[in-house]
């Protein structure tokens, strides 16, 4: 059964049944035998059939959609059934009919917190949207339907890595430290949605092809009464049911996708590099000799080496051979084409009075770095059986989901850049890498003094060898997920207005990353001795609401909707880890050991573990949420809204005192189409004014015991100071803060909504403005004070303005023409307007780059966007060029310090824009959509990190890295972390880009065989236009570094019903 | 309502039951904590043992992972990395290629009130305050005699850290238990004086029980006795007049001269394993070479069980990198090429040149005759004229992980290396130096013969000949002493070579390559702006 609104159902079924019973009058009539069946041939049960002009009398269709009706020979009947367009036939004595979908009616009802309402009636700002099954790319994950769909929703992908998740901001971030996050509510369950470890993206687990309909919560006046957890926003999503009495239906989707590396930093090529490095040193120096390979090979044993008397070290037993240089595009050797496919098949029905529809779906996707794969199994079984007279339903969902990936090393991307372009992937003349890499060729250390059987290990500040990374680590991850709810809606025999809605719910997940590193590989700084650990998450969150709803209408004019109930939430978690590497083999090392009589004993350590853990590893947290919520539904004439809605959390993450908080909203909207003087204006089809406030909360980004007083025992096997006490364990006193309390966002909004021309032309317009106070903050307190310098704290506010703008716009409608287009944008600004965190107006630093530790590019402070970039301003020449290591002295101290800095732009985007295009030419259908995003500035730290291309930055710490042409032709070669930091680096990285075209042909049968469906072709992340120097502009965050790059890709689709 | 209607609302009658018997109730509010790495059960051992921790270990985890001090990576919080970043970076000894955020201002004398290194160098301090504050809090009225002990030694460490704020930052808050009222601001002079009084009481000649063991009686290795609290007296008289503007030099060569008395600790005069007694004091296994003769108070490294990316690895990786590691293995893969000297300090041990321009360490120590010349130069140049190129400037490896008895290091990354934080040699240098103040200048009979100790244990011979030895040759003597051991700038303050003066001028000082004055104002830190803004008591010092 399609999304209908429940509560008017049994009010409308009850009639229904009542009809069954009465009597049609009768003279010269025949009888009428009928089927009625839907656009696909399923038959129809329950559908009314009544002739024309009798108020009273009518049949409705039985379990397969016959039905026998006496009536006069020629009179109009008529067929309808919710969810469907009414249809009117000639009476005769056989009939068919078949009735269509009623799009408008699906569309005019839709989900919100805690029920549902007629579009029509909403007061808020409310967005619901049916996922275009034509006009898309490729869709893994539900975040990807979002993406440009809709005003005030940002989805931004991570990466090009597969699994990965996505950014979804609504509206901008309310918050600085706690999460900016929506609230993502599935089949009437809060999902936590922070993924489950090997499984980052909360929403994996829902397969897109289950989903019926997204809604988008966007102000306080339709989120609030999802209170503490609707800051940010709230996305409802609604998956697909059977319908009662419905014939099984099995339907398949699946698509092969191609994916290739798009753009890739184009670096020097080993020759350009031996020239390079040649000038640069001389070809006599030590940079321009570890340059290369050599065939070097073992020539003897090791024996100990003495220097003035001292053993120094162990003797190079390795001849040194003969210079080689190999030509290497590491980026070429680690990046490749992918081939991915997805699969679906759903089956769909309904025995008698109990829709199913379960649904499969496997995933297999292959990511453009070499190693790196993701593939899912999801599984989905709804039934929603409705008893007693229609009286009572129930909705019960499972879903599941299975998922392994592994993941190439995250340091493969940047390795491919820096690695040395002369180095070979592998030489197996050369005895070193042989025998303690693999073959593979790395940079090499020498480590003798530790153990003279394996003298020498990888260079660990070196770039390590790319493939060597991807092949000789193991990365994997499996994941398991499971959510169920049983939904209950009881509307009471007898006070059919008053229904009981129950939703209990359970979130089971749990996943485990193993990573083994091979015995002789580049892992980190400790490399040779291999490594081998796992860690894992198990998390369960249980969930129930239950609320009574009670509807009246009072006369003709008024109309009340009172709603009010009851939730209750907990969250748990635990992880647990290990890892250990091993002493090699041949190690001679020692160490003390009791025995079982009490002495002692050296022990020789060859093959044992190495770094293992000691101490507790597990880790367990959870924390509840109690809430109690209300609201009023009031129309007036059906013209005048008022929705009030109240929440009261308690959140068991503040202590007793500060523990509840209460969150108002209340919004008015006014149907102007309504009142006589716009009634008969026929051009408009719709008007409606909306004004809302109301109050969220934030709790999230906290710990779930700031404010419980404990001790932190040394753990691991690294934190001991042996004083001959307890062997070593420090306890440290954890800090606490029990004033801690709610965040609090309060959001205005006002918003119209206009149709035109019988919804050719559809435009809302809404302006909102959200200030958060008591922010969540990591803040200063007085030194001695507390157990840390900082503790959680309420302090600052800020806030988002900003306008959105959604359209469609039907322009061509006929016979064989379809044309839909559509377009949104969004204008918010963000901006801080008070933060004492760390002085006054002293702004928090944050956007850790890559370049020196601790060095940040970005800064909170008052007055300016979240997250700003915080540079010098550099000094330029006449000609363009930049003066190296030179900047303004903008407090005209006389000295360049880190207080020079000033504020220069910020990631977040003014405006986002999104536009799709959808053309249907009989059975051909044609789509595309195009993204915009104005005023997003992002720091290319790909480039500033390899600014400096002098011989202090090349040849350092043994060993030489490549760098970019971009790098090289900057022509620095002495860069201070000042030049690193500078406003030339942060650039404008608006862009428009083209996501997706796709071109689709759709059929009705196969070969005779009843079998409908659709192919198309797809290409994704078609085109991008910017000024952005870099490889893709859109990062999250504003800070570009060795992202794993987004492919292009080609999917070729099918979809088939039998 | 109608009879039957009973009967029909009973399934919803069973919904609110069902719902109430699921749903628990409020009180699920009220957590306890169950995360089985807290604790809520107290353990003083445990957090005395935290108080002296807080010198080498920057979190509970270790090396880094559940961090003690926010806002600052946190090998970087390391107390040892940023004494010795704060107290030789701005000096003539050494300066730094690295980017990280704070190090160029250290290298240039140019700080303002928000400095990252600067910041976390005062919590970490005021961290190691807090958890003695809360020692003592909870061990109060105690009649355990060992605890007694453990009380002096927590005042001690408190009296210790806080003498690290009163030279560092001047006058800083004075919070002696842990409380949420905001601790008044001290003058630095004050602070002296509650310090002396603090350090008087461990040591038995104040007021109290609370005192101290002796040395010989000392409860384990690792733990301060009075030895240490003599020397720390000692070292705060000597500055005494740059603290208070009341010179103590009689007191400071007084309680120098306790420790020697005493007889427990000594100058390591014997080397071990072909190493010079010098190099076995900063060696990997100086808990046991002997070195434990000299080193009053050790702040303890195991490359296993006591890790951290500050430390001695920090003082032995960052003035490294592979062609020394190659050159001159020093027990550790870990290179970081950060730290090297400046040409002022070179110059102390070669005032007129005559190094080895392409040797080792032991190399030098030839050439210049001096045990404690352990510059690295070969592929250096003598001058820093680049400042981002860590070839510019020699390398100076005093500390090397390699164990002196030919053991095997405990880990290829992490060091056994313990970092003295008190030792013998200073109460030499703190005699010298008074002798010489109360004499006008120029040492006396006691002080030429602890000059002429340290020389002699370094094998100096006669290079300069300690017959006359002038303040100024004190101050160099400090140098070639004490170098790299996180304490320059106050020995600069001391002889009027820092800031505020250009009668004495090193590269880069004042970020100039020739070297240029800098304010007097930055002899003293200024207090982070984020703790003046937390505590309204505060005072910013002059000149921020």
Redesign the interface.
């Known amino acids: 059964m399609k999304q209908v609104n429940i509560r008017r159902i049994p009010v409308r079924l009850l009639a229904l049944i009542a009809g069954l019973f009465l009597t049609v009058g009768a003279f010269a009539q025949i009888d009428v035998r009928g089927h009625v069946k839907d656009s696909s041939g399923e038959p129809i049960i329950g559908a009314t059939i009544r002739v024309v002009g009798q108020s009273q009398g009518g049949v409705i269709s039985d379990f397969d959609g016959n039905f026998t009706l006496k009536a006069n020979q020629g009179t109009t009947l008529e067929i309808s059934y919710v969810g469907y367009q009414t249809a009117r036939v000639t009476a005769a004595a056989n009939i068919v009919v078949t009735l269509q979908d009623d799009a408008q009616v699906l569309e005019n009802v839709v989900v919100i917190g805690y029920g549902r309402a007629k579009k029509s009636d909403l007061t808020g700002s409310v967005t619901a949207i049916k996922p275009d099954d034509m006009n898309h790319g490729l869709q893994t994950n539900a975040q990807d339907m979002l993406q440009g769909k809709i005003a005030g929703v940002n989805v931004t992908s991570l990466s090009g890595e597969p699994g990965a998740s996505a950014q979804i901001r609504i509206r901008g971030g309310s918050s600085l430290n706690a999460s900016n996050d929506p609230l993502i509510v599935i089949d009437g369950l809060a999902l936590d949605n922070k993924g489950i470890k090997g499984s980052p993206n909360g929403l994996a687990m829902v397969n897109p092809n289950d989903i019926e309909s997204f809604t988008v919560l966007k102000d306080a006046s339709a989120t609030a009464i999802y209170g503490s957890r609707a800051s940010n926003g709230v996305i409802i999503i609604t998956t697909k049911k059977g319908r009662a009495g419905q014939k099984a239906r099995v339907t398949y989707s699946g698509n092969v996708s191609i994916a290739t590396p798009k753009n890739l930093l184009e670096v020097m090529d080993g020759d350009e590099y031996r020239t390079f490095i040649g000038n640069l040193y001389g070809t006599n120096s030590k940079a321009y000799k570890s340059l290369g390979w050599y065939d070097q090979k073992k020539t003897g044993t090791p024996t100990p080496t003495y220097k003035d008397g001292k053993l120094s070290g162990f003797k190079d037993y390795y001849s040194d051979g003969t210079q080689h240089f190999a030509n290497t595009d590491w980026q070429d050797e680690i990046y490749r084409t992918a081939v991915s496919s997805d699969h679906n098949l759903t089956v769909t029905g309904g025995l008698k009075n109990m829709p199913y529809r379960v649904s499969i779906g496997a995933t297999s996707n292959n990511g453009i770095v070499k190693t790196s794969n993701f593939t899912r199994y999801t599984a989905s079984v709804n039934i929603a059986p409705t008893l007693l007279d229609d009286h009572l339903k129930f909705n019960i969902n499972a879903k599941g989901m299975y998922s392994e990936s592994r993941y190439a090393d995250g340091g493969a991307v940047g390795a491919a850049r820096w690695m040395d372009p002369t180095k070979p992937i592998k030489a197996t003349q050369n005895d070193i890498y042989k025998e303690y890499f693999g073959g593979y060729a790395q940079w090499i250390s020498d480590a003798a003094f530790i153990d003279p059987t394996w003298t020498k290990t990888v260079n660990s500040q070196a770039t390590k060898n790319p493939v060597a990374l991807l092949e000789q680590k193991s990365d994997k991850a499996r994941s398991k997920s499971f959510i169920g709810n049983i939904e209950v809606d009881y509307a009471i025999h007898g006070f059919e207005d008053l229904h009981i809605h129950m939703n209990a719910g359970a979130d089971y997940s749990t996943g485990k990353q193993t990573t083994t590193y091979d015995r002789n590989t580049a892992y980190g700084n400790d490399n040779y001795f291999g490594y081998d650990g796992w860690s894992d998450q198990d998390k369960y969150n249980l969930s129930f609401n239950a609320y009574l709803q009670y509807q009246k209408e009072l006369g003709d004019a008024h109309h009340f909707d009172v709603m009010a109930g009851y939730e209750y939430q907990r969250f748990h978690q635990e992880t647990d880890w290990d890892s250990f590497q091993y002493y090699p083999m041949t190690s001679q090392k020692t160490a003390e050991e009791e025995q079982a009589d009490g002495t002692k004993k050296d022990v020789n350590l060859a093959g044992t573990r190495y770094n293992a853990p000691e101490g507790v590893t597990k880790y367990k947290t959870e924390n509840y949420l109690v809430s109690f919520f209300g609201r009023l539904n009031y129309s007036l004439l059906d013209r005048y809204m008022l929705t009030f809605t109240l929440r009261d959390d308690g959140s068991s993450r503040f202590a007793k005192g500060n523990r509840w908080g209460l969150f108002p909203s209340a919004a008015l909207a006014w149907k102007m189409k309504e009142e006589s003087f716009l009634k008969n204006v026929k051009a408009l089809t719709d008007a409606k004014l909306r004004l809302g406030w109301g109050i969220t909360g934030q709790q999230e980004g906290i710990s779930d015991y700031s404010y419980i007083s404990t001790y932190t025992p040394s753990n691991g096997a690294h934190a001991y100071y042996d004083l001959g006490l307890n062997g070593g364990v420090a306890y440290r006193p954890d800090a606490y803060n029990t004033d801690l309390t709610w965040e609090k966002t309060t959001t205005y909004n006002a918003g119209i909504d206009l149709a035109f021309l019988n919804n050719r032309i559809e435009f809302s317009v809404d302006w909102y403005y959200r200030k958060t106070t008591d922010l969540l903050n990591s803040v200063y307190v007085a030194a001695g004070s507390n157990f840390r310098n900082k503790v959680m704290s309420n302090i600052g506010s800020l806030h988002n303005t900003g306008i959105e703008f959604a359209t469609t716009v039907r322009p061509v409608q006929t016979k064989d023409w379809n044309w839909e287009v559509s377009y949104n944008m969004t204008y918010n600004q963000n901006k801080i307007d008070e933060l004492n965190v760390g002085g006054a107006g002293r702004p928090v630093e944050t956007g850790g780059i890559s370049g020196g530790t601790g060095n940040t590019i970005q800064a909170h402070a008052v007055d300016h966007a979240a997250s700003a970039f915080y540079v010098y301003q550099q000094i330029y020449n006449p000609d363009g060029t930049i003066v190296p290591n030179t900047f303004v002295d903008r407090d005209g101290n006389g000295i360049i310090n880190s207080d020079d800095r000033y504020f220069y732009y910020k990631p977040m985007a003014d405006v986002t824009m999104g536009f799709s295009s959808k053309v249907m030419y009989r059975n051909w259908d044609l789509g595309f959509t195009m993204r915009a995003s104005l005023g997003n500035y992002v720091y290319n730290n790909n480039l500033s990190g390899a600014a400096n291309t002098g011989t202090g930055a090349i040849y350092t710490l043994g060993y030489v890295g490549n760098r970019s042409l971009d790098a090289v032709n900057l022509h620095l070669d002495n860069v201070s972390i000042e030049q690193q930091m500078s406003d030339f680096f942060v650039e404008n990285a608006s862009f428009l880009k083209l996501d997706n075209i796709t071109l689709g042909y759709s059929f009705a049968k196969i070969l005779d065989a009843n079998i409908s469906g659709r192919v198309y072709a797809t290409v994704q992340n078609v085109l991008t236009w910017t000024k952005y120097s870099g490889i893709d502009p859109e990062v999250a965050g504003g800070i570009d570094n060795s992202m794993y790059p987004r492919p292009f890709t080609t999917v070729l689709g099918v979809n088939l019903n039998f | 309502m109608?009879l039957?209607?009973f009967?029909?609302?009973l399934?919803?009658a069973a919904?609110?039951l069902?719902?109430l018997s699921?749903?628990?109730?409020?009180g699920?509010?009220?957590?306890?904590?169950?995360?089985?790495?807290?604790?809520?059960?107290?353990?003083n051992?445990?957090?005395?043992?935290?108080v002296?921790?807080n010198l080498?270990?920057t979190?509970?985890?270790?090396?880094n992972?559940?961090g003690?001090?926010?806002?600052?990576?946190e090998?970087?919080s390391s107390l040892i990395r940023q004494l010795w970043n704060a107290n030789e970076l701005p000096t003539d000894e050494a300066h730094c290629?690295?980017?990280?955020?704070?190090?160029?201002?250290f290298n240039?004398n140019?700080?303002?009130?928000?400095?990252?290194m600067m910041q976390a160098l005062?919590?970490r301090l005021?961290?190691g305050?807090?958890?003695a504050?809360?020692f003592l809090q909870e061990t109060e009225g105690t009649t355990d005699a060992d605890v007694i002990t453990q009380r002096a030694e927590v005042r001690f460490m408190r009296a210790l850290y806080y003498s690290y704020l009163m030279d560092l930052y001047g006058n800083v808050?004075m919070?002696t238990t842990?409380?949420?009222?905001?601790?008044p601001q001290m003058a630095r002079a004050d602070l002296f004086k509650w310090i002396e009084g603090e350090l008087k009481d461990v040591i038995g000649e104040g007021s109290g029980n609370e005192v101290m063991k002796d040395p010989a009686q000392k409860?384990?290795?690792?733990?301060a006795d009075k030895a240490a609290a003599w020397l720390l007296l000692s070292r705060n008289y000597l500055n005494a007049e740059v603290y208070t503007g009341t010179p103590q030099w009689q007191l400071a060569k007084d309680y120098a001269q306790k420790v020697l008395t005493d007889g427990t600790y000594d100058l390591l005069t014997t080397g071990k394993?072909?190493?010079s007694a010098f190099q076995t004091l900063f060696m990997g296994d100086n808990d046991t070479n002997g070195a434990q003769k000299e080193i009053i108070l050790p702040a303890?490294h195991?490359g296993?069980?006591?890790?951290t990316w500050g430390g001695c690895l920090f003082v032995i990786a960052s003035v490294a990198?592979?062609?020394m590691?190659?050159a001159?293995?020093y027990?550790s893969?870990?290179?970081?090429?950060g730290n090297r000297c400046r040409k002022e300090f070179v110059k102390k041990f070669f005032p007129a040149g005559g190094y080895n321009a392409s040797g080792?360490p032991?190399?030098n120590t030839?050439a210049g005759k001096d045990d404690r010349a352990l510059f690295f130069t070969n592929?250096h140049s003598l001058s820093i004229t680049?400042?981002?190129?860590?070839?510019?400037g020699f390398a100076y490896q005093k500390f090397s992980?390699?164990h002196a008895d030919?053991s095997?290091?405990k880990?290829?990354?992490?060091v056994d290396t313990d970092f003295p934080m008190l030792r013998a040699a200073e109460a030499y240098l703190n005699i010298a130096e008074a002798d010489a103040r109360l004499n006008g200048g120029t040492c006396g009979t006691d002080g030429l013969n602890a000059i002429k100790a340290i020389r002699t244990r370094a094998n100096c011979g006669t290079n300069p000949a300690p017959t006359t030895f002038t303040l100024d040759d004190i101050c160099d003597e400090w140098s070639r002493e004490f170098a790299y051991e996180g304490r320059r700038r106050m020995d600069l303050i001391r002889f009027g070579k820092f800031g505020g003066q250009a009668n004495y001028k090193w590269e880069w000082m004042g970020?100039q390559e020739n070297g240029m004055m800098f304010d007097k104002h930055l002899n003293i830190y200024p207090i982070?702006?984020?703790?003046?803004?937390?505590?309204k008591n505060l005072k910013q010092n002059d000149g921020y």
């Open positions: 109608k039957k209607n009967k029909n609302i399934p919803a919904i609110v069902g719902s699921l749903t628990g109730c409020i699920d509010l009220d957590v306890e904590n169950i995360n089985p790495q807290q604790t809520d059960t107290p353990n051992d445990a957090l005395f043992t935290k002296y921790s080498v270990l979190g509970q985890t270790g090396p992972g559940n003690d001090i926010d806002d600052i990576d090998g970087t290629i690295w980017g990280d955020a704070g190090i160029p201002e240039h140019a700080w303002g009130d928000v400095h990252p005062y919590y005021y961290f305050i807090t958890i504050n809360y808050p919070i842990v409380t949420k009222e905001l601790a409860v384990a290795y690792g733990r394993g072909g190493y303890i195991d296993l069980r006591t890790q990198d592979e062609d590691m190659k001159y293995p027990g893969t870990e290179k970081w090429g080792t032991v190399q030839v592929g680049k400042e981002s190129d860590f070839k510019k992980n390699l030919g095997q290091c880990h290829t990354q992490f970020g982070p702006l984020s703790d003046l803004t937390a505590n």
